[in-house]
């Protein structure tokens, strides 16, 4: 087991119970494109040394992101350039009018002087189609999120910054809720990988080219980068090494080692990163809970006819769902069994010395909750079930729901045809599992035993063996979802049929030479 490392007193929570299990912080909000976004700028703060380990930061790193509000503010606060573009106006008048109405709207931090944007473009016409160039490839564009939480696709350096809440008045605020620290976990979990600064240099020099001809179009809408003020600490995260973190990190350097443009690459790094962090919050849920069997994951594959895999594919779903509502009142519990709770018994004040150990357990109860004698009444038992109670109701309001949003997000689940929600693969993420697990071509019997091994999922009869030994369900049904993975992929084009006994999967993007920049 590895080694966790002390959290730090976390000011903005009223316990740490969450916290403690998974780190500070992953959020259900915060999807798998808005994690990898985050994670960037935080690489992209930190390119002297890459996903290396900071000395001295109590397991932490420092990173000052970028906040380019001129660029998010020509791409998503500018209604109008298509309007003005589509005019029969001169260029000169089609630039005053557009300054015009951009100064109505500025938000007074860095963007009241917008006059380098004539130096950039030889026409309006010209700055209108790179504003639309650039909108078009960005996250949730059409979106009702605000202005200033909309994302540009990460084409370099300049096209990287984090996301802010601004108000009326122009203040800016980081409110944590698109970007809540998950990439910043993400970055941890891959500086403390045994490969990370071999991957931080491959990010390094792959996706943080300031010449490439995006990050040049980012750059001349932008101008000069414009940072935050002062660095700060990244999230917390427990455990020194885990075998996920390496699993990650792993899977980023096979997606970047296949022969594809990094830009394409991007698609499945989100995915298969997202399907890790899921598992490491499931892991982490059944470690906590005392369960020490592997995640299992038992997918349907869906096909015309109805299985009778979908019935256990909707029971794996149910019992992950509930794992991590188990580790949060196991992990309030297990404080009674501690010796320093049974030793508080034997000390002239018992009550007291309980609270000051949940206090250093959990920030709980606060100081200004009260002085310890309002807790001297109370029994082991009632304060630990009254610590319990909170925390499952912070936990159902967000991380609770971490399961089956990412779950949903990354096409792992499923309600098609169904009133319950199952584990029901769609094409996107088998096939970016063939991406990082194929590197040019595997057997398609290696290939699910390699999915299971690196990712839980139970696809077929040979993984279900052990359903099948408890009689939860029969060989054959096993064999027919099998059999629809293999057509489904066959159907997508990465599996070729060489008898009826031997099938290959096959990467489209096996590596042939040098890697597509």
Not at 78 to 104: C, T
Not at 257 to 280: G, Q, R, V
Not at 304 to 332: C, I, P, W
Not at 454 to 471: C, I, P
Request: proline share 4%.
């Amino acid at each position: 087991m590895s080694e966790i490392i002390k959290r730090p007193e976390i000011k903005s929570v009223d316990f740490c119970v969450d916290e403690n299990i998974w780190g500070h912080r992953l959020y259900d909000e915060q999807l798998p494109h808005l994690t990898v976004l985050e994670f960037l700028g935080v690489l992209g703060s930190n390119l002297d040394k890459p996903l290396c380990p900071h000395e001295g930061s109590g397991g932490s790193v420092k990173f000052q992101p970028q906040r380019q509000i001129r660029l998010r503010g020509l791409l998503f606060n500018n209604p109008y350039v298509e309007s003005i573009a589509e005019s029969a106006l001169p260029d000169e008048e089609k630039w005053r009018q557009w300054f015009e109405k951009f100064d109505q709207g500025k938000t007074g931090n860095g963007d009241d002087d917008m006059a380098y944007l004539r130096q950039s473009f030889a026409s309006f016409d010209d700055f209108a189609k790179a504003v639309e160039l650039l909108r078009s490839s960005s996250f949730e564009s059409r979106s009702n999120k605000r202005w200033s939480s909309k994302f540009v696709f990460p084409f370099g350096p300049d096209a990287l910054y984090e996301d802010l809440e601004i108000d009326s008045r122009g203040k800016m605020s980081n409110d944590r809720r698109f970007f809540a620290r998950t990439g910043e976990l993400l970055y941890l979990m891959l500086t403390r990988a045994k490969r990370g600064a071999e991957l931080g240099d491959i990010l390094a020099k792959r996706l943080f080219d300031r010449e490439v001809p995006m990050n040049r179009l980012a750059r001349a809408l932008q101008g000069p980068p414009q940072i935050a003020d002062d660095p700060r600490p990244s999230g917390y995260l427990p455990e020194t090494a885990h075998a996920r973190f390496d699993q990650i990190c792993e899977d980023w350097l096979s997606i970047l080692a296949k022969d594809m443009p990094i830009y394409d690459a991007l698609e499945h790094l989100i995915a298969i990163s997202s399907l890790n962090m899921l598992l490491y919050f499931l892991e982490r849920a059944k470690r906590i809970a005392g369960d020490d069997d592997p995640v299992e994951i038992v997918c349907e594959i869906v096909s015309r006819e109805r299985t009778k895999v979908r019935a256990l594919s909707g029971d794996s779903y149910q019992f992950n769902q509930g794992l991590s509502a188990k580790a949060v009142r196991t992990h309030v519990e297990a404080i009674r069994q501690e010796d320093q709770w049974g030793k508080a018994v034997a000390s002239e004040f018992p009550e007291a010395e309980r609270v000051k150990l949940m206090r250093e357990r959990f920030q709980w109860p606060t100081a200004d909750e009260g002085d310890d004698e309002d807790y001297s009444g109370k029994s082991p038992d009632e304060l630990v079930s009254d610590l319990a109670e909170l925390a499952l109701a912070r936990h159902e309001q967000h991380v609770g729901k971490i399961h089956a949003s990412w779950s949903r997000a990354i096409g792992l689940s499923s309600r098609r045809l169904s009133r319950r929600t199952r584990y029901a693969p769609n094409d996107r993420l088998l096939k970016s599992i063939v991406v990082v697990i194929v590197d040019d071509r595997m057997q398609f019997d290696e290939f699910l035993a390699e999915a299971k091994r690196r990712y839980g999922l139970v696809l077929g009869d040979a993984e279900g063996a052990h359903l099948v030994e408890a009689k939860l369900i029969d060989q054959e049904e096993l064999s027919e979802n099998r059999g629809n993975l293999e057509a489904r992929l066959i159907g997508l084009g990465l599996v070729r049929r060489l008898s009826d006994s031997c099938s290959f999967v096959e990467n489209p993007f096996a590596f042939k030479g040098e890697a597509a920049c």
